[in-house]
């Protein structure tokens, strides 16, 4: 079955340290999303892709960035953490077929400390 | 732009009595819209959407919502909970502009209690 996958799935680093969460989609999917959840503001959309080599920036990017270099990839970087990006972090994919309407389907989650 | 909000933070509910999650939205047009149901530790996972047609809406795990365009809402319900449908609930908001970004309200928890 397709899946969406995501690693690690419990990461603790420390302030300043560069850290990459790994998101791995086999729908064939062409558009893939990452989100922060944190208490009181739902999920917050970090980045999106909409193809390869096509990245966008949404609401909360500051201090994040992904590349998207296959169909399948897109690792999200923390550039140098910081402890205000103690966060789950949800990476979710879509068809890119039927606008808005489509269903976005969701990993498991990365939940990140960071000290 | 868009946006949704989810009035009720944490709501209480017995196993086997009804439940109604609230989400109002604000859209200049008729928006896409969305319920997902997230278990503790899991993914979102997709209950319902609403994008035209009939406003009451049928899902999965017997949840239904109803869109009401003069109320900016799309209410999710259920008659009957079980002890399975402790989770967090998130209404969000997807544009008909081909845009396939959604825009999430900040949440639901519901506690079931025997």
């Known amino acids: 079955d397709a899946e969406i996958t995501q690693s690690p799935r419990h990461k603790i680093t420390e302030t300043g340290r560069q850290v990459t969460l790994a998101c791995h989609q086999t729908?064939?999917?062409?558009?893939m999303f990452w989100y922060r959840q944190d208490l009181g503001h739902g999920l917050r959309l970090i980045h999106y892709s909409y193809g390869v080599h096509d990245t966008n920036k949404g609401e909360v990017s500051d201090g994040y960035s992904v590349s998207r270099s296959n169909t399948e990839d897109l690792p999200l970087t923390l550039e140098s953490a910081a402890s205000s990006q103690t966060s789950v972090y949800f990476c979710?994919?879509?068809?890119?077929?039927?606008?808005?309407?489509?269903?976005?389907?969701f990993g498991p989650g990365t939940r990140l400390l960071v000290l | 732009a868009q946006s949704v909000t989810q009035p009720d933070i944490h709501i209480t509910v017995s196993e086997g009595a009804s439940l109604e999650l609230r989400c109002n939205y604000s859209?200049?047009?008729?928006?896409?819209l969305f319920w997902y149901v997230q278990s503790p530790g899991q993914g979102l996972q997709l209950l319902l959407k609403?994008?035209?047609?009939?406003?009451l809406v049928q899902g999965i795990k017997g949840f239904e919502a109803e869109f009401k365009r003069s109320q900016s809402s799309f209410n999710l319900r259920k008659p009957s909970v079980h002890w399975s449908d402790a989770a967090e609930y998130f209404c969000a908001v997807g544009s008909p502009s081909n845009d396939y970004k959604l825009s999430f309200g900040a949440g639901t928890t519901v506690t079931v209690r025997a």
């Open positions: 979710a994919s879509s068809a890119g077929l039927a606008g808005g309407q489509e269903t976005q389907y």
């Open positions: 729908w064939n999917h062409n558009n």
């Open positions: 859209y200049g047009a008729t928006p896409y």
């Open positions: 609403y994008f035209s047609g009939d406003t």
